[in-house]
């Protein structure tokens, strides 16, 4: 007998019903290696129309809801989105990103601070936890079940890419869903078949020295700018950001592009990434989005009154 510890359908039965964690884990045998998905890892931008079959998608659905999650709170709820009017209006919300409504699914993964406070009111008690506090155990918790998701997904044959841009549009997003409050959107997954079956090539990261400490920090300021030149250098002899390059108008400063060609690499895009003016509506945003949705993220605590 298998050890249940090990077992694809029993640990799937621990989230699905009997003949959707049978349907999951048959999918197992015809999956890649964990660690071969991981390494080849490459965002998808371009997808097929195609939908996705019904059983990859129950394993989407067990791999988002099987990861860790604080204090067992499951302090999020992921939505999939199909209907492709739905995912046209959530793409355009999120930043005009046409990988959003080409994909033929979209999970939206929410932090869901409404659960938890809803059963302590149930059971008696004020709710004293801090809104705060408990958004970023809760975007820890739904991000892992992305991350999750995306695995399974590569490693069955499908792309994905994560979507930031959702918390642009979080307040819009949870009102064309029909969230509750105090359900808050904050990451996207779009999901399908890449584009002509061609998965892209892993783009190089960051030296391992610069992302990577062992027991302490141990890195001196002339090493890291050291490093971080010549992984500049080579992203521009790659020209690995000239494609996505962020318009200088968008820094809001006038004149015309000082940056040549060919001179465009990781530190120039990072810089303006950080620095362009549209954070400055987007943050003013946020602040609104957050409090409309019934999160106390400014608060220094507080507590609500048990429902009678």
């Not at 999918?27 to 890649?32: I, T």
């Not at 992305?146 to 979507?163: D, I, K, P």
């Not at 521009?236 to 015309?256: K, N, S, T, V, Y």
Request: proline share 7%; glycine share 8%; with cysteine.
């Amino acid at each position: 007998m298998p050890d249940p510890a090990i077992d694809p359908l029993r640990a799937a039965a621990t989230v699905l019903d009997e003949p959707a964690a049978a349907a999951v884990a048959a999918l197992v045998p015809h999956s890649r290696a964990t660690l071969a998905t991981v390494l080849t890892h490459a965002s998808v931008r371009r997808f097929e129309a195609a939908p996705l079959p019904d059983d990859a998608i129950t394993a989407l659905q067990a791999a988002l809801v099987r990861g860790p999650t604080s204090s067992a709170l499951h302090s999020y709820t992921h939505v999939l989105v199909r209907d492709t009017e739905r995912k046209r209006a959530i793409a355009h919300l999120a930043g005009d990103q046409p990988w959003i409504d080409q994909a033929p699914l979209l999970i939206v993964g929410c932090a869901d601070l409404r659960r938890a406070r809803e059963v302590t009111h149930a059971q008696g008690y004020r709710y004293h936890a801090h809104d705060l506090r408990m958004l970023i155990s809760a975007t820890a918790d739904l991000t892992v079940g992305l991350q999750n998701a995306s695995l399974v997904a590569q490693s069955l044959g499908f792309g994905t890419v994560l979507l930031g841009g959702v918390l642009d549009g979080s307040l819009e997003i949870a009102e064309l869903l029909e969230l509750p409050q105090r359900v808050v959107p904050l990451v996207g997954l779009s999901v399908g078949r890449p584009l002509g079956d061609r998965l892209p090539a892993p783009r190089p990261r960051l030296p391992l020295r610069l992302l990577v400490q062992h027991e302490r920090w141990s890195l001196d300021e002339t090493s890291e700018r050291d490093l971080l030149a010549a992984a500049d250098a080579d992203t521009r002899a790659r020209g690995d950001f000239e494609g996505r390059r962020i318009p200088w108008a968008a820094m809001g400063l006038g004149g015309d592009d000082p940056v040549a060609h060919g001179d465009y690499g990781w530190l120039e895009h990072t810089a303006r990434k950080q620095g362009r003016a549209t954070w400055l509506p987007q943050g003013a945003k946020v602040d609104v989005d957050l409090p409309a949705q019934g999160l106390r993220v400014s608060s220094t605590g507080g507590a609500d009154e048990a429902v009678g």
